[in-house]
């Protein structure tokens, strides 16, 4: 989710145009292949084929046979899984920094400067001009303090300080320049989610691929026998065209996903970001197992992996 000041709703709303491209995508699936699919291919028999084909057609033929119902079932209870998933994902916040631990920071700066404000007073406590403590530190000198223990905290315990939110963030913690605010974790933002992805949504965002990936494999089998009938007949150009180009664009598709999914399988195995992964500066390397890391995602309740719930895990901040 966005936060925009007054006079820019028209961003706002430009922001929105990929993820409603996104649904319409959707619903062309849904509204035009499958019920032409059925139409076609359920309720008329088996076409004459070519034999390089012949596999591919027979599982097409598996599929549109009696066991129709049950593949139905399975193909909604999917897409209802996959609709849950995209509404949680777009409006889960990917995670802001907790306020305990931004507290818990702004102590230790606190504590250093006082240090450094009584050692201040030590060395000036034989001064005759020195009457008050508050009388020797003037407003200036407090702020150079604050700066000076703000930096030292920076180098001794490896917190990093955010420029545009003047706060301190944890480890992994990342600034969305569109979001304008630090995010736990971040791996990236989205444009077609209109949403960070990040410690609270990563999970849903990979149940999200996984479901669109076996919803375009599905849709790829069963019409790819409409596309080689209308290849194989006296169709219009106009039906040869539409029918050519669907086919052609859900194979594109089933590409794009099938390398985003494997690398984001890739990322967790490697207990890294797509941030991290792009930048090009020294990482410190994580000591953990495939099977450490996989549970740092989704958990460890095996029920839940496959599903659109996102575990109840503590984020690792130090």
């Known amino acids: 989710m966005k936060y925009y000041k007054q006079g820019q709703f028209l961003c706002y709303i430009g922001t929105w145009i990929p993820f409603v491209i996104l649904v319409t995508i959707f619903l062309y699936f849904y509204t035009y292949l499958l019920p032409r699919i059925r139409s076609e291919y359920i309720e008329r028999p088996v076409v004459e084929i070519n034999t390089y084909l012949i596999q591919l ?7 549109f046979s009696n066991s129709t119902v049950v593949i139905t079932i ?3 209870t999917l897409l209802v899984l996959f609709l849950i998933t995209l509404i949680r994902v777009v409006i889960t916040l990917p995670g802001r920094v907790p306020q305990e631990w931004l507290n818990k920071v702004e102590g230790e700066i606190t504590k250093m400067i006082e240090n450094e404000e009584n050692m201040i007073n030590f060395h000036k406590k034989g001064s005759q001009t020195s009457t008050s403590f508050s009388s020797e530190i003037d407003d200036e000198q407090r702020l150079q303090l604050n700066i000076k223990a703000r930096l030292e905290l920076i180098d001794k315990s490896g917190h990093r300080f955010c420029k545009n939110c003047q706060s301190f963030k944890p480890k992994r913690c990342h600034h ?18 209109n949403n960070c992805i990040g410690y609270n949504n990563y999970k849903l965002f990979i149940n999200l691929l996984c479901y669109s990936w076996l919803l375009i494999s599905f849709i790829m089998i069963t019409y790819s ?9 006296f169709s219009s150009d106009g039906k040869l065209f539409l029918i050519s180009f669907t086919f052609l664009y859900c194979c594109f598709l089933w590409i794009l996903l099938t390398a985003f999914t494997l690398f984001h399988l890739w990322a967790i195995k490697s207990n890294i970001t797509t941030l991290e992964y792009c930048e090009n500066k020294p990482r410190q390397p994580l000591q953990k197992s495939a099977l450490e890391n996989f549970i740092e995602v989704f958990g460890i309740n095996p029920l839940i992996w496959f599903l659109p719930i996102q575990p109840n895990t503590k984020p690792i901040l130090d």
């Open 176 to 193: 969305c320049r569109q979001c304008k605010t630090c995010w736990l974790k971040m791996d990236h933002h989205c444009q077609w989610l």
């Open 225 to 233: 026998r409409c596309y080689y009938d209308t290849l194989n007949s």
């Open 57 to 63: 057609i027979h599982i097409n033929d598996y599929v």
């Open 74 to 76: 399975l193909l909604h």
